[in-house]
């Protein structure tokens, strides 16, 4: 029997005073409801979950937004290990992860789906090429008791581009958001260049003879040899790890030169056997061990447990699912930004992956008695560096990193705080072993063990929910010092403006800008330094193989021709071989293999819209056909006849008007400040000044630097003829001190808002 695909359409109206023009969370500033039929979605997903064959498929359907939204959603099996580790109390044993999936949209080419199904409810992140980023979330989250159930309906959507962080420029100390400031940063410091340094010489001994022999014929004779030597005995029973370089962050870009000859950072500089012969050494993830993925392991503590016990109603297996599908959700998301970076370094390093092998659920039973001691996590008042301190002195020598998901208000706003990598001196960040480090505590030196290849996020943030953006934006940003990259510096590494700022920038970012999931230079510098190191056996290198490619999810990917789906009903042309090739097509062509090319065909549609889905050849120049429809911002594209993908449109000129009047164009989006189209700089109006709250929304203008030119734009009757032009929703005003609701008045920021009080006083 064929594929089984349960399709449900239903669309959504959406009748809900509430639903149009309304803020759903102090981070989210407009949402939709969703009504569709959970119940029958909940028979199929019961049906597919029961299924042999874990590519059977589960297809929802509703609209929102404008659009109709079609879910083509298989179970994910790439995010959690098939030998995952699972550590639950013994009520809660019998896990699978059945409720995860991912998938596509049908009809957007390269568009990704991921998220869960439980109870009929889909619950995930829905990324269109097209339209941007859509966050689907269950609306009992949002609003307490039945009142979504009541109103009818179950879910809610929100737009990528409605998700800001009113708390930004609120939190304590330069770093809003990671709570390296100076003082942490500082004690993380003294810690990471404390290491032992007999196990430091031991670990470079260990290295070194890997290197030395990687590669030669008598590599497998000598490894067998050492494994009887009673010496390496004692060497592999010891603790492991690491050397690193401080200071290398402020490094200017053009100061680095790897391949100079006697530069500190040369192979030559850090080599301890100068005429040592080893195996030529390649980046990370590349070659055919093609080793690029970081096992993780996620651990939750007692108080993530208890909020999400109480959200799903003191159901302890809903609960357990719950942060299963958070884990899942949160991985994918990682994967989403890491795995299309390719870090150049002195090497190329691509193809960094993510895979969850243990998973560690703690409830809260043990904080309800004496027994809590036995879980240093069930302390409520735990500051973030004792907290990251608490976890790394855990053993995780089994996994690339390790890290606690938790729950908690941490002072100052503080979202997440991980230990920086670098590629030679201090210990700390990706492979990491556990080691001795040596302190100063009140005048005596205290030795204690710890694993620092970890870190910690909270989903609390000043008494609020914080929104999946703002949790996997931070989890991306605390690996990336894991992985070897301080805050952005120096400047031009952190733009803002227009474009944003990048993952690694020291603040919390609105997460609406071009730059906000991406890695700036520098950033990309410092992480490739730091995989070169891994790369030389300078580090230790614990990366795994990837699992590869996924034939059959109609996305191209590294060892695929094209990918035209699962099989002959998905795969709707005539020129890719689907993932499950029918026997008369295997008759046909006896080499027939999936997600390769059929016989003859020079391309295929799934590579992209310039490939004639009946002919299988390229589209013509002559054609003209437009595979890039113009924008404001851009003009069209045309097919050229010698390639299946479209080629990038032209930018439209920079300043040009767009989006009604709000804003210009900046290199082909729409993203830039209306001041600009008028040489002049956006600026803020504060309430020291503006008493008005609709006129602190309005979009100002200055002179170059001068602040005291900042004027609103229907103060500047000359320029805007007198018509104020107001930012949108979620928009950051009276200098970063509040943001713009829907009615385009200046909100103040409230840590105890009102959706936090209301939940407060129920």
């Not at 709570?179 to 404390?194: E, I, L």
């Not at 003829?721 to 103040?748: E, H, I, L, S, W």
């Amino acid at each position: 029997m064929g594929i089984w695909s349960y399709t449900l359409i239903y669309l959504v109206v959406l009748i809900w005073p509430e639903s149009e023009g309304s803020a759903l969370s102090e981070y989210v500033s407009q949402f939709e409801v969703l009504r569709y039929d959970s119940s029958l979605v909940h028979r199929r997903h019961e049906r597919v979950k029961r299924s042999l064959d874990s590519k059977d498929e589960l297809t929802i359907s509703f609209a929102s937004h404008g659009r109709l939204f079609r879910l083509r959603l298989r179970h994910d099996t790439t995010t959690i290990s098939p030998s995952v580790r699972v550590e639950v109390p013994p009520s809660l044993e019998g896990l699978d992860f059945k409720h995860l999936y991912e998938g596509t949209l049908e009809g957007d080419p390269g568009s990704r789906v991921w998220g869960s199904v439980r109870d009929g409810v889909f619950e995930g992140v829905v990324h269109s090429e097209r339209d941007g980023t859509y966050y689907v979330e269950r609306a009992h989250k949002y609003f307490p008791g039945h009142n979504a159930t009541l109103k009818g309906f179950h879910s809610v959507i929100y737009h990528d581009q409605h998700v800001g962080d009113p708390y930004q420029r609120v939190r304590q100390g330069h770093t809003s958001g990671c709570g390296a400031t100076d003082d942490v940063a500082a004690w993380m410091d003294a810690v990471q260049n404390s290491a032992d340094p007999e196990e430091e010489r031991r670990e470079e001994e260990r290295r070194e003879r890997e290197a030395r022999w990687s590669g030669t014929s008598n590599q497998h004779k000598y490894k067998k040899w050492l494994e009887e030597h009673e010496e390496y005995r004692m060497m592999q029973e010891e603790d492991e790890e690491e050397l690193e370089e401080p200071g290398l962050y402020d490094l200017p870009l053009e100061d680095y030169h790897p391949h100079e000859q006697g530069h500190k950072y040369s192979e030559e500089a850090n080599s301890a056997w100068p005429h040592r012969r080893h195996k030529r050494a390649i980046g990370i993830g590349v070659g055919e061990d093609n080793k690029g993925t970081c096992s993780l392991s996620i651990q939750t503590d007692p108080m993530l447990w208890h909020h999400i016990y109480i959200q799903e109603g003191e159901n302890a297996e809903k609960t357990r699912d719950e942060i299963t599908a958070m884990i899942s959700q949160h991985i994918k998301a990682l994967n989403h930004i890491y795995a299309n970076v390719n870090f150049i370094g002195k090497y190329k390093h691509r193809n960094i992956r993510f895979e969850v092998q243990r998973i560690k659920i703690d409830d809260d039973t043990p904080c309800k008695s004496s027994q809590g001691e036995g879980n240093k996590f069930c302390k409520p008042n735990v500051d973030v560096s004792n907290f990251l301190n608490l976890h790394s002195q855990k053993k995780h020598d089994d996994f690339c990193l390790a890290y606690v998901f938790t729950f908690r208000d941490f002072t100052g706003g503080t979202l997440g705080l991980a230990w920086v990598a670098s590629p030679s001196g201090a210990s700390g960040g990706i492979c990491e072993k556990y080691k001795t480090y040596t302190e100063n505590l009140g005048g005596f030196r205290h030795s204690e063990k710890r694993s620092l290849n970890t870190g910690i996020i909270t989903f609390l943030n000043y008494n609020s929910r914080v929104p999946p953006k703002v949790s996997q934006l931070t989890l991306a940003h605390e690996i990336g010092h894991n992985f070897g990259s301080p805050h952005d510096f120096p400047d031009s590494c952190k733009p803002g403006g227009l474009q944003g700022n990048y993952i690694m920038f020291s603040s919390a970012t609105s997460g609406d800008r071009l730059n906000n999931d991406k890695f700036s230079p520098c950033s990309m510098r410092n992480i490739s330094l730091v995989l070169d190191a891994i790369s030389e056996k300078r580090r230790t290198n614990c990366f795994t193989e990837n699992n590869g490619a996924f034939c059959g999810n109609k996305i191209v990917e590294e060892g695929e021709e094209c990918d035209c789906g699962y099989d002959i009903q998905e795969c709707q042309e005539k020129c890719c071989y689907p993932l499950k090739i029918p026997d008369t097509l295997r008759h046909a062509n006896s080499s027939a293999k999936a997600c390769m090319r059929r016989k003859n065909a020079v391309c295929s549609p799934s590579e992209g819209p310039c490939c004639n889905r009946n002919t299988c050849t390229f589209v013509s120049k002559e054609a003209q056909q437009v595979c890039h429809m113009y924008t404001e911002c851009e003009e069209s594209a045309y097919c050229e006849g010698n390639n299946a993908s479209c080629p990038e449109p032209v930018p439209k000129e920079d300043n040009r008007v767009c989006n009604e009047g709000t804003k210009v164009c900046m290199k082909g989006k729409c993203s830039g400040s209306i001041c600009l189209a008028k040489g002049m700089k956006e600026c803020f109006l504060t309430s020291d000044r503006v008493h008005d709250k609709k006129k602190l929304c309005e979009i100002a203008c200055q002179v170059g630097n001068d602040s005291s030119t900042c004027k609103s734009t229907s103060e500047l009757k000359d320029i805007f003829g007198g018509v104020p032009v107001f930012m949108r929703p979620g928009a950051p005003c009276n200098n970063f001190q509040g943001y713009c609701d829907v009615f385009q008045k200046c909100r103040a920021v409230d840590a105890e808002g009102p959706l936090a009080r209301l939940k407060n006083l129920l």
